[in-house]
């Protein structure tokens, strides 16, 4: 029986309230995670500043039980976007700890997520891109996104080994564990899709061999973090692209991860040329009135590993969000523009209140760039960066001045990089 009907009736927020342990030793005080976005708050030569202490101190005075970073990039060579902090040794260790300590404030969590954007990087903002094989972005997005090179051996095993050292360094940081991006189109996510991983060597070619990468940046990450420091991934149930990453090989792949033992895996799905993360966009109504976006997959997943898994995407209700847990697929709720809006929400939903703002979709009209989420991206860009300096978002604000205002300013950050490369 439901633990939200019948004569066992949990109200949501007692449901949402419960901690849970991780096999590492790992106590999260609640079900509610934020899930990472990306803040865009690193300097010129991203490197981390003040503000990512006062933003993510929010959420941990918010009531949050685990806040997940916005991508740390493992490679300064390799950014995913302007103000990405990049992490490759210990020189901004002091900075570090003093943003761990902000986001554990209170007895929640803080993680970093750590990645690499392999070719999905906007031109012009690295002197190249790399992929595991030399596959181009579908026609319409070729203007934003450039053909990339196909990563040699070498390459690939030293990506591995920034994966483990940047986590290392988290870990000395004070971090409580670290999430492997592993979804939405970056780099393992490209490896692990036939679409974009052609490759015949032992990186590619069978599911297996694809999967390889992820297993092995795991396994690099464990050896140079010890078995007690938490280790999670954000894994795609689908990329949604013809001949893609598939539910089946996403099952197999939780399987993998979780024989290696990982402690926490985050389920999306989607890449820039298929956003369906970012929701709105051909969401199906029974979908629609069940909230979280990928809960059938969750299901699925369930019924074939323990590991403590994390649904994101679609959640507006804590009753949505409390049926979910409730239901038994999945452990923990991952919430991300709700908290940009509202940083304070774990604990009013703690409290057993409602949200105080309805999530909308936000469009600029210009087709190319909604269908990859980019006016979703820079509106809550904005409203993070507020937070960061210490101020309120503003849920109503301007759509169309909020773009211009981060367009210009994401642009000004790629030119200034550009100058300091030369």
Request: no cysteine.
């Amino acid at each position: 029986m439901s633990s939200l009907s019948g004569e066992s009736y949990r109200s949501p927020a007692q449901v949402l309230s419960q901690p849970l342990r991780l096999a590492s030793g790992t106590l999260i005080p609640n079900r509610l995670v934020k899930s990472a976005m990306s803040e865009a708050l690193g300097t010129l030569d991203n490197r981390p500043t003040t503000s990512l202490g006062t933003l993510y101190g929010q959420w941990a005075d918010g009531g949050i039980g685990l806040s997940i970073t916005g991508n740390v990039m493992i490679d300064r060579r390799a950014l995913g976007e302007p103000g990405n902090i990049v992490i490759e040794d210990d020189s901004d260790l002091d900075l570090l700890k003093k943003w761990a300590a902000a986001g554990g404030r209170n007895g929640a969590q803080l993680w970093m997520q750590i990645n690499h954007p392999g070719k999905q990087a906007p031109r012009g903002l690295n002197r190249e891109t790399v992929a595991p094989s030399a596959i181009p972005f579908r026609a319409d997005m070729q203007r934003i996104f450039a053909l990339p090179r196909e990563l040699k051996n070498e390459e690939i095993e030293d990506i591995i080994l920034r994966f483990g050292r940047t986590a290392f360094i988290a870990k000395k940081a004070g971090f409580g564990g670290i999430q492997i991006h592993g979804a939405h189109g970056y780099l393992v996510s490209q490896f692990l899709s036939q679409h974009h991983n052609q490759r015949t060597d032992q990186w590619g070619g069978s599911a297996t061999n694809r999967r390889r990468f992820l297993l092995t940046v795991v396994g690099e990450i464990r050896r140079q973090v010890g078995r007690e420091f938490p280790i999670g991934v954000k894994l795609n149930s689908a990329d949604f692209q013809r001949g893609g990453f598939t539910e089946s090989e996403s099952i197999e792949t939780i399987k993998a991860l979780e024989q290696d033992g990982i402690d926490l895996l985050e389920i999306s799905g989607g890449t820039y040329e298929a956003p369906v993360m970012s929701g709105f966009q051909n969401i199906r109504e029974r979908t629609r009135q069940r909230e979280a976006y990928f809960l059938e997959f969750a299901e699925k997943a369930r019924l074939a590993v323990r590991v403590p898994l994390i649904l994101t995407g679609g959640f507006r209700t804590p009753e949505g969000m409390a049926g979910a847990i409730a239901s038994g697929a999945v452990d923990f709720v991952g919430l991300a523009r709700s908290l940009a809006v509202e940083p304070d929400l774990p604990a009013r939903i703690l409290r057993g209140l409602k949200p105080r703002f309805e999530i909308k979709p936000i469009s600029t009209g210009i087709r190319v760039l909604d269908k990859i989420g980019f006016f979703e991206v820079t509106w809550y860009t904005y409203q993070l960066r507020r937070m960061g300096l210490g101020r309120n978002p503003i849920p109503n604000a301007s759509a169309t001045w909020v773009f211009l205002v981060n367009v210009l300013n994401m642009g000004w950050k790629a030119f200034r990089m550009r100058r300091l490369r030369t």
